[in-house]
Protein backbone atom coordinates (compact mmCIF):
# COMPACT_ATOMS: atom_id res chain seq x y z
CA UNK A 1 0.00 0.00 0.00
CA UNK A 2 1.34 3.66 -0.66
CA UNK A 3 0.32 7.09 -0.07
CA UNK A 4 1.05 10.33 -1.32
CA UNK A 5 1.19 13.16 0.54
CA UNK A 6 2.22 16.33 -1.78
CA UNK A 7 4.24 19.22 0.45
CA UNK A 8 5.43 22.35 1.19
CA UNK A 9 8.34 22.63 2.44
CA UNK A 10 7.54 25.70 4.60
CA UNK A 11 4.87 23.53 6.36
CA UNK A 12 6.16 21.25 8.56
CA UNK A 13 2.62 19.07 9.53
CA UNK A 14 4.33 16.62 6.99
CA UNK A 15 6.75 15.34 8.96
CA UNK A 16 3.92 14.58 11.70
CA UNK A 17 1.39 13.32 9.31
CA UNK A 18 4.27 10.90 8.01
CA UNK A 19 5.23 9.67 11.24
CA UNK A 20 1.32 9.17 12.48
CA UNK A 21 0.93 7.14 9.61
CA UNK A 22 3.87 5.16 9.71
CA UNK A 23 2.96 4.63 13.30
CA UNK A 24 -0.12 3.08 12.11
CA UNK A 25 1.82 0.85 9.71
CA UNK A 26 0.27 2.46 6.86
CA UNK A 27 3.17 2.71 4.01
CA UNK A 28 3.84 5.96 2.99
CA UNK A 29 5.55 8.37 -0.09
CA UNK A 30 6.44 11.50 1.08
CA UNK A 31 7.49 13.49 -1.80
CA UNK A 32 10.03 15.88 -1.86
CA UNK A 33 11.42 18.57 -4.21
CA UNK A 34 15.14 18.19 -4.67
CA UNK A 35 17.29 18.34 -7.56
CA UNK A 36 17.65 14.80 -8.06
CA UNK A 37 13.69 14.40 -7.90
CA UNK A 38 12.99 11.85 -10.54
CA UNK A 39 9.60 12.16 -12.53
CA UNK A 40 8.90 8.26 -12.96
CA UNK A 41 9.56 7.57 -9.24
CA UNK A 42 6.86 10.29 -8.81
CA UNK A 43 4.58 8.96 -11.00
CA UNK A 44 4.75 5.06 -10.30
CA UNK A 45 4.19 5.92 -6.59
CA UNK A 46 0.88 7.63 -7.61
CA UNK A 47 0.02 5.14 -9.64
CA UNK A 48 0.29 2.87 -7.08
CA UNK A 49 -1.10 4.89 -4.59
CA UNK A 50 -5.09 4.08 -3.16
CA UNK A 51 -5.00 7.71 -1.52
CA UNK A 52 -3.66 11.23 -1.28
CA UNK A 53 -2.99 13.59 0.94
CA UNK A 54 -2.57 17.08 -0.78
CA UNK A 55 -1.55 19.70 2.22
CA UNK A 56 -2.42 23.16 0.79
CA UNK A 57 -0.52 25.87 1.68
CA UNK A 58 -0.60 29.93 0.55
CA UNK A 59 3.24 29.12 -0.83
CA UNK A 60 1.58 25.66 -2.41
CA UNK A 61 2.03 26.86 -5.79
CA UNK A 62 5.39 29.08 -5.87
CA UNK A 63 6.71 25.27 -7.16
CA UNK A 64 4.97 24.46 -10.88
CA UNK A 65 5.89 21.01 -9.69
CA UNK A 66 3.10 20.88 -7.21
CA UNK A 67 0.71 22.05 -9.49
CA UNK A 68 1.57 19.34 -11.81
CA UNK A 69 1.31 16.64 -8.81
CA UNK A 70 -2.23 17.38 -8.30
CA UNK A 71 -3.10 17.31 -12.25
CA UNK A 72 -1.21 13.71 -12.16
CA UNK A 73 -3.18 12.73 -8.86
CA UNK A 74 -6.54 13.88 -10.15
CA UNK A 75 -5.86 12.00 -13.68
CA UNK A 76 -4.74 8.76 -11.70
CA UNK A 77 -7.94 9.18 -9.62
CA UNK A 78 -10.31 9.39 -12.63
CA UNK A 79 -8.89 5.70 -13.61
CA UNK A 80 -8.54 3.98 -10.71
CA UNK A 81 -10.45 3.29 -7.27
CA UNK A 82 -8.37 5.92 -5.42
CA UNK A 83 -9.23 8.78 -2.72
CA UNK A 84 -7.91 12.28 -2.02
CA UNK A 85 -7.86 14.02 1.87
CA UNK A 86 -7.03 17.45 0.96
CA UNK A 87 -5.74 19.49 3.79
CA UNK A 88 -5.51 23.24 3.85
CA UNK A 89 -3.24 24.73 6.22
CA UNK A 90 -2.93 28.33 6.60
CA UNK A 91 -4.95 28.56 3.55
CA UNK A 92 -8.65 28.74 2.78
CA UNK A 93 -10.30 26.13 0.55
CA UNK A 94 -12.16 29.02 -0.91
CA UNK A 95 -8.57 30.80 -1.72
CA UNK A 96 -7.36 27.60 -3.39
CA UNK A 97 -10.63 26.51 -5.60
CA UNK A 98 -11.12 30.17 -7.01
CA UNK A 99 -7.84 31.21 -6.58
CA UNK A 100 -7.72 34.16 -4.66
CA UNK A 101 -5.45 35.63 -1.50
CA UNK A 102 -1.27 35.17 -2.07
CA UNK A 103 -2.23 31.87 -3.72
CA UNK A 104 -4.40 33.67 -6.30
CA UNK A 105 -1.42 36.16 -6.61
CA UNK A 106 1.00 33.08 -6.67
CA UNK A 107 -1.53 31.50 -9.40
CA UNK A 108 -1.75 34.75 -11.47
CA UNK A 109 2.01 34.36 -12.38
CA UNK A 110 0.84 31.80 -14.65
CA UNK A 111 -1.89 32.94 -16.53
CA UNK A 112 0.54 32.53 -19.64
CA UNK A 113 1.66 29.16 -19.02
CA UNK A 114 -0.07 26.35 -21.49
CA UNK A 115 -0.99 24.22 -18.38
CA UNK A 116 -3.23 27.05 -16.21
CA UNK A 117 -6.47 25.61 -17.46
CA UNK A 118 -5.17 21.59 -16.42
CA UNK A 119 -4.09 23.15 -13.06
CA UNK A 120 -7.06 25.35 -11.97
CA UNK A 121 -9.09 22.32 -13.43
CA UNK A 122 -7.17 19.92 -11.18
CA UNK A 123 -7.27 22.53 -7.85
CA UNK A 124 -11.29 22.88 -8.36
CA UNK A 125 -11.53 18.98 -8.11
CA UNK A 126 -8.67 18.18 -5.34
CA UNK A 127 -10.74 20.76 -3.09
CA UNK A 128 -14.49 20.14 -4.06
CA UNK A 129 -14.09 16.56 -2.03
CA UNK A 130 -14.31 16.66 1.89
CA UNK A 131 -11.22 17.73 3.73
CA UNK A 132 -9.75 19.08 7.10
CA UNK A 133 -9.54 22.92 7.43
CA UNK A 134 -6.17 23.49 10.58
CA UNK A 135 -8.12 26.85 11.02
CA UNK A 136 -11.08 24.48 12.74
CA UNK A 137 -8.63 22.51 15.10
CA UNK A 138 -6.92 23.36 18.28
CA UNK A 139 -3.10 22.30 17.14
CA UNK A 140 -1.56 20.52 14.64
CA UNK A 141 -1.67 17.34 16.71
CA UNK A 142 -5.21 18.06 17.12
CA UNK A 143 -5.15 17.87 12.55
CA UNK A 144 -2.96 14.96 12.08
CA UNK A 145 -4.98 12.62 14.97
CA UNK A 146 -7.70 13.50 12.51
CA UNK A 147 -6.51 12.79 9.25
CA UNK A 148 -5.17 9.55 10.68
CA UNK A 149 -8.45 8.83 12.20
CA UNK A 150 -9.88 9.53 8.67
CA UNK A 151 -7.96 8.17 6.66
CA UNK A 152 -8.12 4.67 8.59
CA UNK A 153 -12.03 4.74 8.26
CA UNK A 154 -11.16 5.10 4.12
CA UNK A 155 -9.05 2.31 4.21
CA UNK A 156 -11.23 -0.42 5.87
CA UNK A 157 -14.39 0.75 4.23
CA UNK A 158 -12.33 0.29 0.98
CA UNK A 159 -10.91 -3.25 2.49
CA UNK A 160 -14.31 -4.58 3.65
CA UNK A 161 -15.56 -3.50 -0.21
CA UNK A 162 -12.88 -5.27 -1.72
CA UNK A 163 -13.27 -8.48 0.51
CA UNK A 164 -17.15 -8.09 -0.27
CA UNK A 165 -16.47 -8.16 -3.86
CA UNK A 166 -14.10 -11.23 -3.58
CA UNK A 167 -16.01 -13.43 -2.03
CA UNK A 168 -19.03 -12.55 -4.21
CA UNK A 169 -17.17 -13.13 -7.11
CA UNK A 170 -15.80 -16.58 -5.51
Not at 9 to 30: P, R
Not at 39 to 66: C, D, H, M, P, Q
Not at 70 to 82: D, L
Not at 107 to 128: F, G, K
Amino acid sequence: MMYTLVLDTECHIVDDIYDALHQEGISTYKDEVTPSRKESILLKAIGRSRLFVIIFTKKFAVNSWYLDEVSSIIESMKEKRQFVLPVFYNVSRSDVQTPKGYFGEVMSEYDTHPRIEVWRNALVEATNVPGLEFSKFRSSADLVSKLVEDIKIVLTAEDSCCLKKKAEDD
